[in-house]
């Protein structure tokens, strides 16, 4: 299995714009696995904000569509997101995650990074 | 709307067997949703335990078994431990490329 590290600013100003990275290890982006983003808002459940294959395909909640943007860097071996006009309602934990396109089940998942909107 | 249900909590004594389902709002949960289950304790990353309905991840104890009950998914624990208690999320593919989590299980194991 791959191993998946979040980065990206821990504070993010209203109404900005959240970039987060992650890089993918023990094994190639260009895999057969949809690259992956799940957010967890302090006490709540997962949410799964979308995804991206290798070839640049996308796939995004309808909920959060018209915010977000996932793209890969394949001579990077990561892929990022971007979640714009943020409110204190997109503070969470942020992690990425390798989706199998065999068994459309998250294989793998990075630890985990904590985004808090705030001034 | 809540699409995908499952229990807020549950319960279950060391050594007892508990079974936490996976719903659809909008019909029955079958194979083709490709139920799949995750294990999260608090500060921690969500752990895989079932995908694809039955089949369990690598490391995972055999106390644990999917299925499709009552047309639900069902995430079965068989002799139940300690450190089996946790958060338990459910995941269904809906189609086109959308994947959606229930709202997860608390489970205490005492």
């Known amino acids: 299995q791959v191993q998946l590290q979040e980065s990206g600013p821990g504070l993010v100003k209203p109404s900005g714009t959240l970039s987060l990275t992650c890089a993918v290890s023990?094994?190639?982006?260009?895999?057969?696995?949809?690259w992956s983003w799940v957010r967890q808002s302090p006490g709540k459940g997962l949410e799964w904000i979308g995804e991206?294959?290798?070839?640049?395909?996308?796939n995004y909640n309808p909920s959060l569509k018209r915010r977000v943007t996932i793209s890969a860097d394949k001579s990077k071996n990561q892929f990022s997101l971007k979640l714009s006009s943020v409110t204190a309602a997109d503070t969470a934990v942020y992690y990425c995650?390798?989706?199998?396109?065999?068994?459309?089940?998250?294989?793998?998942w990075g630890q985990g990074t904590l985004a808090t909107v705030s001034s | 709307q809540t699409v995908v249900t499952q229990e807020p909590s549950f319960s279950v004594s060391p050594g007892g067997t508990v079974t936490l389902t996976c719903g659809f709002s909008f019909g029955s949960v079958s194979t083709s949703h490709y139920p799949s289950w995750y294990q999260q304790t608090p500060g921690q990353a969500p752990r895989t335990v079932i995908y694809s309905t039955h089949f369990r991840s690598s490391g995972v104890p055999d106390r644990f078994s999917g299925s499709i009950v009552d047309n639900k998914a069902a995430l079965t624990i068989t002799g139940a431990q300690a450190d089996d208690e946790s958060d338990y999320y459910c995941l269904l593919y809906m189609g086109g490329g959308i994947s959606v989590f229930g709202g997860g299980t608390k489970l205490t194991v005492l």
């Open positions: 023990g094994g190639s982006i260009d895999s057969n696995n949809w």
């Open positions: 995650a390798a989706y199998s396109t065999t068994w459309y089940y998250f294989h793998s």
């Open positions: 991206i294959y290798y070839s640049g395909g996308t």
